[in-house]
Protein backbone atom coordinates (compact mmCIF):
# COMPACT_ATOMS: atom_id res chain seq x y z
CA UNK A 1 0.00 0.00 0.00
CA UNK A 2 3.04 2.55 1.37
CA UNK A 3 4.39 1.54 -2.33
CA UNK A 4 1.45 2.45 -4.35
CA UNK A 5 1.21 5.50 -2.84
CA UNK A 6 4.08 7.21 -2.33
CA UNK A 7 5.84 4.96 -5.12
CA UNK A 8 8.27 4.17 -2.19
CA UNK A 9 8.92 0.69 -0.96
CA UNK A 10 9.05 -0.62 2.34
CA UNK A 11 12.80 -1.56 2.34
CA UNK A 12 13.13 1.80 0.92
CA UNK A 13 11.82 3.70 3.86
CA UNK A 14 13.27 1.26 6.08
CA UNK A 15 16.78 1.84 5.09
CA UNK A 16 16.07 5.70 4.79
CA UNK A 17 13.19 6.74 6.88
CA UNK A 18 13.50 10.47 6.07
CA UNK A 19 12.83 9.65 2.48
CA UNK A 20 9.13 9.41 3.39
CA UNK A 21 9.19 12.26 5.75
CA UNK A 22 10.30 14.52 2.73
CA UNK A 23 7.05 13.87 1.23
CA UNK A 24 5.50 15.84 3.65
CA UNK A 25 4.01 19.08 1.63
CA UNK A 26 5.81 22.16 3.54
CA UNK A 27 2.94 23.63 4.74
CA UNK A 28 2.00 20.35 6.86
CA UNK A 29 5.57 19.44 8.31
CA UNK A 30 5.19 21.56 11.13
CA UNK A 31 1.45 20.44 12.15
CA UNK A 32 2.72 16.99 11.50
CA UNK A 33 6.42 16.73 13.61
CA UNK A 34 4.07 18.81 16.43
CA UNK A 35 1.33 16.37 16.24
CA UNK A 36 3.82 13.02 16.56
CA UNK A 37 6.01 14.91 18.92
CA UNK A 38 2.79 15.34 21.32
CA UNK A 39 1.89 12.08 21.12
CA UNK A 40 4.95 11.38 22.26
CA UNK A 41 5.03 12.98 25.23
CA UNK A 42 1.57 12.20 26.18
CA UNK A 43 0.92 8.58 24.75
CA UNK A 44 -2.32 9.82 23.48
CA UNK A 45 -3.73 8.48 20.23
CA UNK A 46 -2.22 9.91 17.23
CA UNK A 47 -4.69 11.16 14.44
CA UNK A 48 -3.29 13.82 11.49
CA UNK A 49 -4.68 15.16 8.06
CA UNK A 50 -2.00 16.10 5.89
CA UNK A 51 -1.01 16.63 2.25
CA UNK A 52 2.07 14.92 1.37
CA UNK A 53 3.72 14.31 -2.84
CA UNK A 54 4.39 10.85 -4.46
CA UNK A 55 7.36 10.25 -5.76
CA UNK A 56 5.71 11.39 -9.58
CA UNK A 57 4.98 14.60 -7.64
CA UNK A 58 1.38 14.41 -6.82
CA UNK A 59 -0.16 16.04 -4.14
CA UNK A 60 -2.14 13.38 -2.04
CA UNK A 61 -4.24 14.04 1.38
CA UNK A 62 -3.94 11.31 4.15
CA UNK A 63 -5.37 10.76 7.59
CA UNK A 64 -3.26 9.15 9.98
CA UNK A 65 -4.22 7.35 12.95
CA UNK A 66 -2.77 5.14 15.70
CA UNK A 67 -2.13 4.18 19.08
CA UNK A 68 1.33 4.79 21.24
CA UNK A 69 3.20 2.90 23.49
CA UNK A 70 6.91 3.22 24.89
CA UNK A 71 9.31 0.06 24.42
CA UNK A 72 11.13 -1.27 27.50
CA UNK A 73 14.00 0.70 25.91
CA UNK A 74 12.09 3.72 25.80
CA UNK A 75 11.33 3.95 22.17
CA UNK A 76 8.14 5.23 21.13
CA UNK A 77 5.70 3.12 18.96
CA UNK A 78 3.30 3.92 16.85
CA UNK A 79 0.45 0.91 15.24
CA UNK A 80 -1.92 2.63 12.91
CA UNK A 81 -2.93 3.48 9.47
CA UNK A 82 -2.64 5.66 6.85
CA UNK A 83 -5.59 6.34 4.59
CA UNK A 84 -5.96 8.21 1.10
CA UNK A 85 -8.73 10.15 1.60
CA UNK A 86 -7.55 12.47 -1.65
CA UNK A 87 -11.24 11.47 -3.13
CA UNK A 88 -12.97 12.66 -0.10
CA UNK A 89 -11.06 16.53 -0.07
CA UNK A 90 -11.20 17.21 -3.72
CA UNK A 91 -15.37 16.25 -2.95
CA UNK A 92 -15.26 18.57 -0.13
CA UNK A 93 -13.45 21.19 -2.15
CA UNK A 94 -15.99 20.83 -5.75
CA UNK A 95 -18.99 21.31 -2.82
CA UNK A 96 -17.47 24.41 -1.33
CA UNK A 97 -16.54 26.26 -4.23
CA UNK A 98 -20.16 25.40 -5.28
CA UNK A 99 -21.33 26.66 -2.65
CA UNK A 100 -19.72 29.75 -3.08
CA UNK A 101 -20.59 30.04 -6.42
CA UNK A 102 -23.91 30.07 -5.63
CA UNK A 103 -23.48 32.28 -2.52
CA UNK A 104 -22.04 34.55 -5.26
CA UNK A 105 -24.50 34.50 -7.85
CA UNK A 106 -27.74 35.03 -5.03
CA UNK A 107 -26.05 38.01 -3.62
CA UNK A 108 -25.90 39.74 -6.91
CA UNK A 109 -29.77 38.58 -8.15
CA UNK A 110 -32.46 41.19 -7.76
CA UNK A 111 -34.73 38.07 -6.64
CA UNK A 112 -35.35 36.57 -3.20
CA UNK A 113 -33.25 33.10 -2.99
CA UNK A 114 -34.71 30.67 -0.08
CA UNK A 115 -33.49 27.65 0.34
CA UNK A 116 -35.26 25.37 2.89
CA UNK A 117 -35.64 21.53 3.67
CA UNK A 118 -38.49 20.94 4.83
CA UNK A 119 -39.88 24.40 4.98
CA UNK A 120 -37.25 24.90 7.68
CA UNK A 121 -34.92 27.83 6.06
CA UNK A 122 -31.06 26.85 5.59
CA UNK A 123 -30.19 30.21 3.27
CA UNK A 124 -31.54 33.11 1.87
CA UNK A 125 -30.06 35.59 -0.30
CA UNK A 126 -29.97 39.15 0.99
CA UNK A 127 -32.28 40.79 -1.64
CA UNK A 128 -34.61 37.95 -0.07
CA UNK A 129 -34.20 39.30 3.61
CA UNK A 130 -34.38 43.27 2.45
CA UNK A 131 -38.21 41.82 1.03
CA UNK A 132 -39.47 40.68 4.26
CA UNK A 133 -37.98 43.45 6.46
CA UNK A 134 -35.47 40.74 8.58
CA UNK A 135 -31.71 40.58 8.47
CA UNK A 136 -30.81 37.07 6.86
CA UNK A 137 -29.45 36.18 10.54
CA UNK A 138 -33.39 36.64 11.92
CA UNK A 139 -34.32 34.21 9.10
CA UNK A 140 -32.20 31.21 9.52
CA UNK A 141 -33.54 28.18 10.91
CA UNK A 142 -37.48 30.05 10.82
CA UNK A 143 -40.65 28.15 8.53
CA UNK A 144 -41.32 29.57 5.28
CA UNK A 145 -44.72 29.26 6.39
CA UNK A 146 -44.46 32.54 8.49
CA UNK A 147 -43.60 34.42 6.04
CA UNK A 148 -47.02 34.13 4.09
CA UNK A 149 -50.52 35.34 5.23
CA UNK A 150 -52.16 32.52 7.50
CA UNK A 151 -54.84 32.05 4.47
CA UNK A 152 -51.95 31.16 1.58
CA UNK A 153 -49.99 28.77 4.21
CA UNK A 154 -52.15 25.54 3.86
CA UNK A 155 -52.31 25.32 0.11
CA UNK A 156 -48.35 26.43 0.25
CA UNK A 157 -47.60 23.37 2.58
CA UNK A 158 -48.92 21.26 -0.08
CA UNK A 159 -46.97 22.48 -2.81
CA UNK A 160 -44.07 22.76 -0.63
CA UNK A 161 -44.83 18.54 0.88
CA UNK A 162 -45.46 17.17 -3.37
CA UNK A 163 -42.14 18.98 -4.30
CA UNK A 164 -44.18 20.89 -7.15
CA UNK A 165 -41.93 23.00 -9.80
CA UNK A 166 -44.74 24.67 -10.77
CA UNK A 167 -44.55 28.57 -11.05
CA UNK A 168 -47.52 30.61 -8.29
CA UNK A 169 -48.51 33.94 -6.66
CA UNK A 170 -49.30 33.85 -3.30
CA UNK A 171 -49.37 37.07 -0.72
CA UNK A 172 -46.12 37.54 1.41
CA UNK A 173 -46.17 39.16 4.84
CA UNK A 174 -43.15 41.22 5.97
CA UNK A 175 -41.88 41.71 9.43
CA UNK A 176 -44.03 44.70 10.09
CA UNK A 177 -47.15 43.23 8.83
CA UNK A 178 -47.69 44.53 5.69
CA UNK A 179 -48.53 42.30 2.92
CA UNK A 180 -47.43 42.39 -0.89
CA UNK A 181 -48.20 39.79 -3.79
CA UNK A 182 -45.28 38.00 -4.27
CA UNK A 183 -44.32 35.11 -7.68
CA UNK A 184 -42.12 32.27 -6.28
CA UNK A 185 -40.85 29.67 -8.77
CA UNK A 186 -39.98 27.20 -6.88
CA UNK A 187 -37.28 23.85 -7.27
CA UNK A 188 -35.31 21.43 -5.47
CA UNK A 189 -31.91 19.57 -5.33
CA UNK A 190 -31.09 16.25 -4.10
CA UNK A 191 -28.21 16.41 -1.82
CA UNK A 192 -26.75 13.55 0.53
CA UNK A 193 -30.01 11.47 0.19
CA UNK A 194 -32.09 14.49 1.48
CA UNK A 195 -34.50 16.74 -1.17
CA UNK A 196 -33.19 20.43 -0.18
CA UNK A 197 -36.02 23.13 -1.85
CA UNK A 198 -35.42 26.20 -3.11
CA UNK A 199 -37.41 28.97 -4.61
CA UNK A 200 -37.03 32.33 -5.99
CA UNK A 201 -39.23 35.18 -5.23
CA UNK A 202 -39.96 38.13 -6.96
CA UNK A 203 -42.39 41.24 -5.17
CA UNK A 204 -44.61 41.69 -7.75
CA UNK A 205 -46.32 44.83 -6.40
CA UNK A 206 -45.74 47.13 -9.62
CA UNK A 207 -46.73 44.06 -11.86
CA UNK A 208 -49.81 43.86 -10.29
CA UNK A 209 -50.36 47.92 -9.88
CA UNK A 210 -49.37 47.81 -13.87
CA UNK A 211 -52.21 45.41 -14.84
CA UNK A 212 -54.67 46.98 -12.85
CA UNK A 213 -54.00 50.67 -14.29
CA UNK A 214 -54.10 48.77 -17.68
CA UNK A 215 -56.92 47.17 -17.14
CA UNK A 216 -58.80 50.37 -15.64
CA UNK A 217 -57.82 52.10 -18.76
CA UNK A 218 -59.12 49.71 -21.32
CA UNK A 219 -62.44 49.76 -19.27
CA UNK A 220 -62.67 53.59 -19.40
CA UNK A 221 -62.24 53.28 -23.40
CA UNK A 222 -64.87 50.75 -23.77
CA UNK A 223 -67.26 52.50 -21.55
CA UNK A 224 -66.34 55.89 -23.59
CA UNK A 225 -66.75 53.86 -26.82
CA UNK A 226 -69.80 52.19 -25.67
CA UNK A 227 -71.26 56.08 -25.04
CA UNK A 228 -70.00 57.86 -28.21
CA UNK A 229 -72.11 58.20 -31.25
CA UNK A 230 -69.47 57.56 -33.19
CA UNK A 231 -67.70 54.13 -34.42
CA UNK A 232 -65.02 52.40 -32.88
CA UNK A 233 -63.23 49.10 -33.39
CA UNK A 234 -60.08 47.64 -32.69
CA UNK A 235 -58.19 45.68 -35.37
CA UNK A 236 -55.63 42.90 -34.73
CA UNK A 237 -52.61 41.52 -37.40
CA UNK A 238 -54.64 39.79 -40.64
CA UNK A 239 -57.40 42.42 -40.07
CA UNK A 240 -59.32 40.21 -37.14
CA UNK A 241 -61.35 42.04 -35.12
CA UNK A 242 -60.78 42.21 -31.41
CA UNK A 243 -63.58 45.51 -30.40
CA UNK A 244 -66.53 46.46 -31.66
CA UNK A 245 -68.59 49.19 -30.44
CA UNK A 246 -72.07 48.63 -29.56
CA UNK A 247 -73.18 51.56 -32.10
CA UNK A 248 -71.81 49.70 -34.70
CA UNK A 249 -73.10 46.16 -34.01
CA UNK A 250 -76.72 46.75 -35.49
CA UNK A 251 -75.14 47.81 -38.48
CA UNK A 252 -72.79 45.13 -38.87
CA UNK A 253 -74.74 42.25 -37.19
CA UNK A 254 -71.44 40.87 -35.45
CA UNK A 255 -71.30 41.31 -31.77
CA UNK A 256 -69.15 43.33 -29.55
CA UNK A 257 -65.76 41.71 -28.40
CA UNK A 258 -65.84 39.27 -31.19
CA UNK A 259 -63.53 36.43 -31.33
CA UNK A 260 -60.60 36.49 -32.90
CA UNK A 261 -60.55 35.92 -36.83
CA UNK A 262 -64.17 37.28 -37.18
Do not use: C
Not at 72 to 100: F, H, M, P, R, Y
Not at 137 to 149: K, P, S, T
Not at 174 to 195: C, I, L, W
Not at 227 to 251: C, K, M, N
Amino acid sequence: QIEALYGLSPAEINAHPQRLLDTLHPDDRERFFNSTRESADTLKPWQLEFRAFTRRGEMLWMRGSSTVHRMENGDVVWDGLLLDITENKNAEKALQESEDRFRWLSELSAEGIFVHLDGVLLDVNRAGADMLGYSVEELLGRNVLDFLVPQERPEIQTKIAALSMDRYETVGLRKDGSTFPVEVQPGYVAFEGKKIRYATARDITERKAADAALRASQQRFQDFAQSASVWFWELATEFRHTYLSHPLTPRTRIPPDPRPGQ
